[in-house]
C-alpha cells in the first residue's frame, strides 16, 4: 500500500527527502492514534471530576488503593444511568417523570431549555429513532452538480401532500465537507434520487475526506465488493 508520502519510483530522492517523507508518513500513522487515545482519556477525566464528588466518601476507592484510578466515575455514572433508565421503564418511574415534566411545562424559561435537550437526546440516543437508509446521489445545487447524500425516509403528511412534484418525495439530507453533521434537509422526487451500493459509513468517509477516500481503492468506479 501506497502511503501518501512515498516518493515516485523513478526518481532518486535525497537523504533530506528521504526523512522528510518518512517523518511525514509518521505523522500520518500516529495523529489518528494519539489524538483517539487523548480524546478518550479526556472524556474519561472529565466524567470522573464530573461524577466523583457526588459519589459518598467511603464508596470512593482511592480511599482503598490509595490512588485516583481514572475510570471509576465512569463505571459510577454507567450503573447510575442502567438503574435510572430501569426505574423510568416502570410504572412509578413513568409517573414520576410525567409529575415532574408537568411542573417543568410551567416554567417559561426552563421549560424551553428542557424541552430542547430532551429532543437532542431522543434524537441520538433513543433506540426507536430511525437512521439513515441509503446513501445516494443528487443533483444539487443545480442539474449537472452531484452531490452525496443520505436518504432519511419518505416524506410524509403535509410536506408530501403540499409539495408539486406529481409523486412521492425522498427526506434527503446533504452533509457539508468535512464536518458531516451539519448540512441541509432537502425534499427531491423519488425519481430524481440514485441510491448508491456503498454502506452509509463509507459514504460518509468520502464526505469527509472530501473525495479521497473511497469505498474501493482499487477502482473507484467500482462498487465495492
Known sequence: M??????E???????????????????????PVWLTIWLIWSVVGWIDSAVLPLVPHQFQPEQYVGINLRGVGVI??????????????????????????SLVNRMPV???IYSGIKQISETVFAQTERSFEKACLVQYPRRGIWAIGFVSTTAKGE??????????????FIPTTPNPTSGFLLFFPIEDVILLDMSI?????????????????????????
Not at 9 to 31: E, K, W
Not at 76 to 101: C, D, M, P, Q, Y
Open 2 to 7: 501506497n502511503t501518501p508520502f512515498d516518493e
Open 9 to 31: 519510483p523513478n526518481r532518486q530522492p535525497g537523504l533530506f527527502s528521504r526523512l522528510r517523507a518518512s517523518f511525514l508518513t509518521g505523522i500520518v500513522v500516529i495523529a
Open 76 to 101: 459510577f455514572f454507567l450503573v447510575f444511568t442502567v438503574v435510572v433508565g430501569w426505574v423510568a421503564k416502570g410504572i412509578l418511574g413513568r409517573s414520576f417523570i410525567s409529575f415532574t415534566e
Open 110 to 112: 426552563i421549560r424551553s
Open 159 to 172: 410536506v408530501n401532500e403540499r409539495a408539486e412534484a406529481g409523486g412521492d418525495l425522498y427526506s434527503v
Open 201 to 225: 459509513e463509507d459514504a460518509a468517509k468520502l464526505v469527509i475526506s472530501a473525495g479521497l477516500v473511497y469505498p474501493n481503492d482499487k477502482d473507484p468506479t467500482q462498487p465495492p465488493e
